[in-house]
């Protein structure tokens, strides 16, 4: 049975599952949906081309799938896309992507805190928890289960790794490798994220191999690139060989380490063994 208060206005094209739950003058726009179980909170908007999960709760004044705070948007028609069991608590407020048919995405069992702010184009896995008044810029990745503290302001484009853990207040203008600790203005790494990688049952094997990884990156004095190559021995472990991954692709550089020369370092390993690099894309 869906509950809607006589004060919430839902379009008529809106798609609401069964037990759903809409709160005193909630707004649910064209061209919705919203999953089995949700509840809408009072005076929270879905807007349009927005698509809720299952069991989600959607806490007052929340506003999810708004208009792009980007001045390239034109009004083409793009999509927000939240899933299963998330939590997002009050004035939390999701934008749909800028681009035709372009998507902003929030995975699964999430939680967000008051005051977040997801920009246009970003990704959020599962099991993530942003704390209060953490704001994302446009197209930033959040990998699974990695946990933001409250007011962190992450650049555009950036990305944080899965399980990794930033620390309150911190300023992310670079990537943050996978399952590891950073704080602070400029960001410092400090190690792996030692115990929520306990807490994800990971082997104490796989924990030290990450820390053996830390030190590679931060405590070694090798570049990129020499640093990748010490770790294949450890790429036996698919934690490990995900980091590699991550830090192959990135393109600001890792928390901690300047983007420069670790783009040089790329791009002579590319030039030296094209071959090697066509078959890893």
Same mark, same amino acid.
């Given at each position: 049975m869906i509950d809607i208060h006589a004060t919430a206005?839902?379009?008529? !094209? /809106?798609?609401? =599952?069964?037990?759903? $739950?809409? =709160?005193? +003058?909630?707004?649910?726009?064209?061209? !919705? $949906?919203?999953? *089995?179980?949700? !509840?809408?909170?009072?005076?929270?908007?879905?807007?349009?081309?927005? !698509?809720? =999960?299952? *069991?989600? $709760?959607?806490?007052?004044?929340?506003?999810?799938?708004?208009?792009?705070?980007? #001045?390239? +948007?034109?009004? @083409?028609?793009s999509i927000t896309l939240?899933?299963?069991?998330?939590?997002?608590?009050?004035?939390?407020?999701?934008?749909?992507?800028?681009?035709?048919?372009?998507? &902003?995405?929030?995975? *699964?069992?999430n939680l967000l805190m008051a005051y977040v702010h997801v920009a246009h184009n970003c990704i959020v896995g599962s099991g993530v928890v942003l704390a209060n008044n953490v704001t994302l810029a446009g197209h930033v990745e959040i990998q699974d289960f990695a946990t933001v503290g409250g007011l962190v302001g992450i650049h555009q484009f950036c990305r944080v790794g899965a399980m990794a853990m930033v620390g309150?207040? &911190?300023?992310?203008? $670079? *990537?943050?490798?996978?399952?590891?600790?950073?704080?602070?203005?400029?960001?410092?790494?400090?190690?792996?994220?030692t115990i929520g990688l306990r807490r994800r049952g990971l082997s104490l094997e796989t924990?030290?191999?990450?820390?053996?990884? +830390?030190?590679?990156l931060y405590r070694s004095g090798l570049n990129l690139t020499q640093?990748?190559?010490?770790?294949?021995?450890?790429?036996? #472990?698919? @934690?490990?060989?995900? #980091?590699? /991954?991550?830090?192959?692709?990135?393109?600001? =550089?890792?928390?901690g380490r300047t983007a420069k020369s670790q783009a040089t370092a790329l791009s002579q390993a590319a030039d030296q063994n094209p071959a090697a690099d066509e078959e890893e894309a």
């Open positions: 206005v839902i379009h008529p !094209s /809106a798609k609401l =599952g069964e037990g759903v $739950q809409v =709160g005193p +003058y909630a707004v649910i726009g064209a061209h !919705s $949906q919203v999953g *089995d179980g949700t !509840s809408i909170g009072s005076h929270a908007v879905i807007e349009p081309f927005t !698509s809720i =999960g299952r *069991d989600c $709760q959607i806490f007052p004044h929340a506003v999810i799938g708004g208009v792009p705070q980007d #001045l390239k +948007y034109a009004g @083409e028609e939240v899933g299963d069991r998330n939590v997002i608590r009050e004035f939390v407020t999701v934008n749909r992507a800028t681009g035709e048919g372009e998507v &902003t995405r929030i995975g *699964d069992d309150a207040m &911190t300023r992310i203008v $670079q *990537d943050v490798p996978p399952y590891m600790t950073v704080e602070g203005s400029p960001a410092k790494a400090f190690g792996p994220n924990r030290n191999a990450i820390k053996q990884a +830390y030190r590679l640093a990748l190559a010490e770790m294949e021995t450890l790429a036996h #472990l698919p @934690e490990i060989r995900h #980091l590699m /991954a991550f830090a192959r692709a990135t393109e600001r =550089g890792f928390v």
